[in-house]
């Protein structure tokens, strides 16, 4: 097959399984719309521009500096979106993001978990950068589910006397773990029910099995810390609002 002809059966393949998420979404109503196809083609532009960027980022090392700090404004960003409801939720975003990632990739390489060299600078990066910016988003979310739905208890604590953090302390502990259950539930499975990608993409690019899945463990330690720092960053900032946030949005 040639190469026009792979790539061509390759996109006729995406969009089968794509036209298939749609149908099922809307037999099931979820209320997804055309999201999850407007997200695979950002998601094919921006691989096929970072592809095209990785190529010069490998062969001039420097270069990967501005890379990480490119997918830290991404991933600041899309939270900043996100928790634009919070007091302060696109501070609060950033802050978390940058604390939660930065943190974890410094402590990654300082301890030599992973050789110090640019492809791995970039492969830790992105998956830590990414997990950051989910911690954010989840943390920040499931914060303003929870404060909304114990609004009262947090008028009755700051009308005692409480702190705005300590009013919200319960609500801020109980958004980092609800967050951070999903990935240690798969970190425990992992190799009886999952074989995660960065242990399978480490034997693809040659690795040996135990390489592989020294690999793998560094990234599931990495994430499990990147989403723990960033979760409480983000709740015990937002937990410092004198407000209460209602369903609509608005404060009181």
């Known amino acids: 097959m040639t190469g026009t002809a792979h790539y061509l059966a390759f996109g006729a393949g995406l969009a089968a399984m794509t036209a298939l998420t749609l149908g099922i979404g809307r037999w099931a109503r979820t ?12 998601a094919v532009v921006q691989l096929t521009v970072i592809a095209l960027l990785l190529r010069g980022i490998l062969a001039v090392p420097w270069t990967v500096a501005g890379f990480v700090v490119l997918m830290l404004s991404t991933a600041s960003w899309t939270s900043m979106g996100r928790l634009r409801e ?14 939660g990632a930065l943190l974890t ?75 951070l259950l999903p990935t240690l539930d798969q970190t425990k499975s992992t190799g009886l029910v999952t074989l995660p990608g960065a242990f399978v993409g480490a034997l693809f690019g040659g690795a040996s099995p135990a390489e592989a899945a020294q690999f793998q463990l560094v990234v ?28 609509d949005g608005r404060t009181t």
């Open 86 to 99: 919070l007091h302060r939720g696109r501070r609060t975003a950033v802050a978390g993001v940058l604390t």
């Open 105 to 179: 990739l410094v402590t990654i390489f300082a301890l030599q978990l992973v050789d110090f060299q640019v492809r791995y600078v970039v492969a830790v990066g992105g998956i830590i950068i990414g997990n950051s910016m989910s911690a954010a988003t989840l943390a920040g979310r499931n914060f303003l589910r929870g404060s909304r739905a114990r609004k009262d208890e947090i008028e009755a604590w700051l009308s005692l006397g409480a702190t705005p953090s300590r009013a919200h302390e319960e609500i801020g502990q109980e958004a980092v773990r609800e967050s």
């Open 31 to 42: 209320g997804l719309g055309w999201f999850p196809l407007w997200a695979l083609l950002r």
């Open 220 to 247: 599931l330690a990495g994430i499990a810390l990147t989403m723990t720092v960033t979760g409480v960053v983000v709740t015990r900032l937002a937990g410092r609002t004198p407000y209460v946030p209602l369903v």
